[in-house]
T-cell receptor, first 115, second 111 residues
Framework: KAGVTQTPRYLIKTRGQQVTLSCSPISGHRSVSWYQQTPGQGLQFLFEYFSETQRNKGNFPGRFSGRQFSNSRSEMNVSTLELGDSALYLC??????????????FGPGTRLTVL | GENVEQHPSTLSVQEGDSAVIKCTYSDSASNYFPWYKQELGKRPQLIIDIRSNVGEKKDQRIAVTLNKTAKHFSLHITETQPEDSAVYFCAATRGNEKLTFGTGTRLTIIP
């Protein structure tokens, strides 16, 4: 079974631009969560989608948004990029999104650099 | 919401010695505590987890202990090997909520 994939793997943008990242979950998984990983801050939860609906949301500004398609693929968008948005963005998929019962599998991440 | 604190942020141990990483959580309703290992340049992977109805769980050289009263849980790695070098993250959730992660511990095994 193919793992979670993310595209692109690397991105370089300038301040003020916007960016769209993509995540393809493991086949059959309906939940996709997004995390921002920065040195010293660990993994910070952005949002979770299940069956095309946002089910949970972290404490990030409205510049961060996402969506999920009927095939469970998910995208996240960051508008008006700031230098502080430079990070590794990880997505994780699971069957139901309930960590207590279903393991989350992470993708390789997209490394975003904002200049 | 849940808040997870993790210590230490960096840890160096001699190969063959034991390593212990500790986490505390704030939400007494949290009932699931996984640990993830992230090797350099790779994705985080679940290595062990524990539910609130048990106090300890072992899997070969790794073990996790949970003290619900004190709201802390720990990862223990015995007989450390070079391949144990990685960043380790603890996390907590009350089951139907999102995972809240600690800030990570960079473990270095010294040959």
């Amino acid at each position: 079974k193919a793992g979670v994939t993310q595209t692109p793997r690397y991105l370089i943008k300038t301040r003020g631009q916007q960016v769209t990242l993509s995540c393809s979950p493991i086949s059959g998984h309906r939940s996709v969560s997004w995390y921002q990983q920065t040195p010293g801050q660990g993994l910070q939860f952005l949002f979770e989608y299940f069956s095309e609906t946002q089910r949970n949301k972290g404490n990030f500004p409205g510049r961060f948004s996402g969506r999920q398609f009927s095939n469970s693929r998910s995208e996240m968008n960051v508008s008006t990029l700031e230098l502080g948005d430079s990070a590794l963005y990880l997505c994780a998929s699971s069957l139901s999104g309930r960590a207590v019962s279903d393991e989350q599998f992470f993708g390789p991440g997209t490394r975003l650099t904002v200049l | 919401g849940e808040n997870v604190e993790q210590h230490p942020s960096t840890l160096s141990v001699q190969e063959g010695d034991s390593a212990v990483i500790k986490c505390t959580y704030s939400d007494s309703a949290s009932n699931y505590f996984p640990w993830y290992k992230q090797e350099l340049g790779k994705r985080p992977q679940l290595i062990i987890d524990i539910r609130s109805n048990v106090g300890e769980k072992k899997d070969q050289r790794i073990a996790v202990t949970l003290n619900k009263t004190a709201k802390h849980f720990s990862l223990h790695i015995t007989e450390t090997q070079p391949e144990d070098s990685a960043v380790y993250f603890c996390a907590a959730t009350r089951g139907n909520e999102k995972l809240t992660f600690g800030t990570g511990t960079r473990l270095t095994i010294i040959p």
